[in-house]
């Protein structure tokens, strides 16, 4: 309606059509529709022609696959799987596999870091020195040999099931992996689990209140001691009050292998261990020259205050030094994850081994199953980094 | 890696490539002047690198042929070596010419992978290996144990099926490549290994203490261990079907590289006709008159290539059995040469 008003003209307006041209927003925003545009046709084009192209050459495309029938076996399983399980759920267990590995690689390889990293800057020579050589070894060696070296060397070592290596008659070492007892939780077990809910949340209570009472009044509190306390007494009182519903499953050997309890794949072990000691020497020179950056300053005026060394170091250096030290750790942390692809090599089941391995092969969809593996990889790396850089934000708003 | 990489090409090129219609491979073949072929990363007996270098076995025999009937030259050959996860994609990527690695005919894989299987050149079927101090003397008695094997074959789908159909506990541990998973069998991560029987028999040949393994008697499944080529060239089809029928037609026949020599003179005309003394049958498929002559004289026929790579002549010792011609009760029958 408002085109066949005729009301003032143009007049009103008098620079109009000349200015929305000059209007640099308003062209940067048509080149930016104009470049979305054409990529979306050419990503449109070039997946019409893939499909084209497949289905010409005969090679089955798109991603019905994923609902197809897997029929092969996998030896470490978080969710339930078996072998009339789909390719889609055979690619998350393998993801799960996956994350599982990256997960208690990264803690394992921080934790190691960290004691190697202050160990470097340790006054103690002997302590200095073997922290050196480690960082030198393990970074040094390819991260391949690291896992066939925990793999093979240390697995041809280790008996037969038969032969076990036992400990205490509950915990069995083998060629087959760790086998340790589980704990089967029987009726009422949610009692106790509810304590220590309550102990979580206690502990952060806590915390809170302790900080605050510390930065008024300057007293301390054992914040520690009470946490623990809290954290193993509650659930012990909550499980007493349903008298102990807890039974100790122990692994005993049956035909060829262990049943019962729980088990760690030498695969997982080996890959875990791999993939700690090797970042972990990474880590320990991040935490090093985090530790170096903050200004020698800091610690003489936290000397002058009192302040022993310990607690300073934990208390002033350590703080600083993480802000300089948060963005490698990512990149550390997403090499790590990244590189437990190497599983294939070790018949570790995760998303390589798995997915671009076995199932690309049963399947031969080459393209998507290329194409899923990459999305997979890339959205555990955006969310790493996104928490990463979450907790850099909130370390470096400290700063005053 | 190169298995990503490879993918990654097969994405390029169906992504980009025109949709044209690809070149006729004998073409292509002739104008490089070799042929491409793909075989296992070393296999004794099929596909496996000598002490000098040199490519022998069952499967490598085959390229050699089909290089002597276009170039009448068994060395015009180039081999790729490929674990079993990269193979499809190798031959559909157009990186080989030929797929000639103990693979399986399957169903699915001639349906859905781009590639159609030409002809068996071994029968085969899956076995298990086991350590002769285990005590085990039948696949049944394997409850609970945990078994080693390559990923992306069809045995690790028929190790499933065998172990859940028979109602027994199992383990898989799949590797990539075949070195780890023969040392994870070898440090005793697995009871078993498992693999095509001809496969076990040759990779027993590689273990420190080859005489304290065993192999269970079952065979678990049929493994018709064919050649395959890309979809779509149907003349370069013909001509690799054709060189494995016609090196049985020349077994047979009774011809072989010691008296092809003399066979030409022969007037049996079924011999005629495939020495290319009478008839262009070898014209006919896009190759020359004496296309199976030039087999022969330089490879020799199927009966030869068996013994020399996996029979009697070679440390493998297998029997014909299966793969006995079919006049001898076997099932290798080369359909007529006419
Ligand atoms: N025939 C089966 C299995 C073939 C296969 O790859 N077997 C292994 C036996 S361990 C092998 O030959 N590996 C040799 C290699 O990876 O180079 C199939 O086609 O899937």
């Known amino acids: 309606m408002a085109i066949t008003h005729d009301g003032p003209a143009p007049a009103a307006r008098p620079q109009s059509t000349s200015s929305i041209w000059n209007d640099a927003r308003f062209r940067g925003n048509v080149a930016q529709i104009v470049v979305v545009a054409v990529v979306a046709l050419l990503l449109g084009a070039m997946i019409w022609n893939a499909q084209e192209n497949l289905s010409n050459q005969r090679i089955a495309s798109g991603f019905g696959f994923l609902n197809q029938t897997a029929g092969f076996g996998l030896n470490q399983t978080l969710i339930p799987y078996n072998e009339s399980s789909s390719y889609g759920r055979a690619l998350l267990v393998a993801i799960l596999n996956t994350l599982l590995v990256a997960v208690v690689g990264i803690v394992f390889a921080t934790i190691l870091g960290f004691l190697v990293g202050v160990g470097r800057l340790s006054k103690n020579w002997m302590v200095r020195k073997v922290c050196t050589v480690y960082v030198e070894v393990t970074r040094n060696l390819p991260l391949l040999f690291h896992i066939l070296f925990w793999y093979l060397a240390v697995l041809a070592a280790m008996p037969a099931a038969r032969n076990s290596y036992s400990i205490f008659g509950e915990v069995f070492i083998n060629n087959r992996g760790v086998y340790i007892p589980r704990i089967v939780f029987g009726e009422g077990s949610h009692v106790g689990f ?71 794949l030498p695969e997982f072990a080996a890959l875990v261990v791999a993939l700690s000691i090797y970042t972990g020497g990474f880590i320990a020179e991040i935490v090093r020259a985090g530790i170096k950056a903050v200004s020698h300053g800091q610690s003489e005026a936290a000397a002058s205050l009192g302040l022993k060394p310990n607690l300073s170091t934990r208390l002033v250096v350590i703080p600083q030094a993480m802000r300089v030290m948060i963005p490698p750790l990512t990149s550390q942390y997403l090499n790590l994850t990244k590189n437990s692809s190497l599983a294939a090599f070790i018949g570790y089941p995760e998303l390589v081994q798995v997915f671009a391995g076995t199932t690309l092969n049963q399947t031969g969809q080459a393209i998507e199953i290329i194409a899923i593996t990459m999305g997979c990889y890339l959205v555990i790396s955006l969310v790493t980094s996104l928490f990463m850089n979450w907790y850099n934000r909130r370390v470096a708003l400290i700063e005053r | 890696m190169k298995k990503i990489l490879t ?21 292509q073949v002739k104008q490089k002047g070799f042929l491409q072929c793909g075989v296992s990363t070393g296999l004794p007996g099929f596909s496996n690198p000598d002490s000098k270098g040199e490519w022998t076995g069952l499967d490598v025999d085959l390229c050699r042929a089909v290089a002597a009937a276009i170039f009448d030259d068994p060395s015009k050959v180039r081999f790729s070596p490929l674990t079993a996860k990269d193979r499809f994609t190798a031959l559909q990527s157009g990186e080989v010419d030929i797929l000639s690695r103990n693979s399986t005919w399957t169903l699915s894989r001639d349906a859905t992978q781009g590639l159609n299987f030409t002809a068996t050149n071994y029968y085969d079927g899956q076995g298990f290996l086991v350590r002769k101090s285990l005590g085990v003397k039948s696949a049944m008695e394997l409850n609970g144990a945990s078994v080693c094997t390559q990923s992306g074959t069809t045995t690790e789908l028929n190790v499933a099926d065998f172990f859940r159909s028979n109602n027994l506990q199992y383990e898989v541990v799949a590797f990539q490549g075949q070195e780890e998973t023969l040392k994870a069998y070898e440090s005793g991560r697995c009871e078993v290994f498992t693999s095509d029987q001809s496969q076990l028999y040759a990779l027993r040949l590689k273990l420190a203490d080859k005489d304290e393994h065993v192999i269970l008697p079952e065979l678990i499944s049929k493994e018709p261990l064919a050649t395959a080529v890309r979809q779509g060239d149907d003349q370069w089809f013909d001509i690799v079907k054709w060189v494995h029928y016609g090196m049985l037609n020349a077994e047979e026949a009774g011809i072989t590289s010691q008296n092809v020599k003399d066979m030409l003179n022969s007037p049996n005309p079924d011999i005629k006709r495939m020495l290319g003394a009478e008839g262009n049958f070898g014209e006919q498929i896009g190759l020359t008159k004496d296309w199976l002559a030039r087999i022969v004289t330089k490879v020799g026929n199927y009966g030869e290539a068996f013994d020399r790579s996996v029979g009697k002549g070679s440390p493998l010792q297998i029997e014909r059995g299966k793969n006995a011609l079919w006049s001898k009760g076997g099932l290798q029958y080369g359909p007529p040469i006419r």
């Open chain 1, 194 to 264: 509810i304590a220590f809910a309550i102990a979580v949340v206690c502990v952060i209570v806590l915390n809170k209140w302790a900080t605050a009472r510390r930065e008024k009044t300057g007293q301390q509190f054992p914040v520690f001691w009470t946490s623990v306390a809290l954290l193993v007494g509650l659930p012990f009182v909550g499980f007493a009050l349903v008298g102990f519903p807890l039974t100790l499953e122990t692994p005993v050997l049956k035909g060829f292998n262990f049943v019962g309890g729980s088990r760690l």
């Open chain 2, 7 to 27: 993918a990654l090409a097969l994405g390029a090129s169906a992504v980009f490539a025109s949709g044209a219609a690809d070149a006729a491979t004998l073409d």
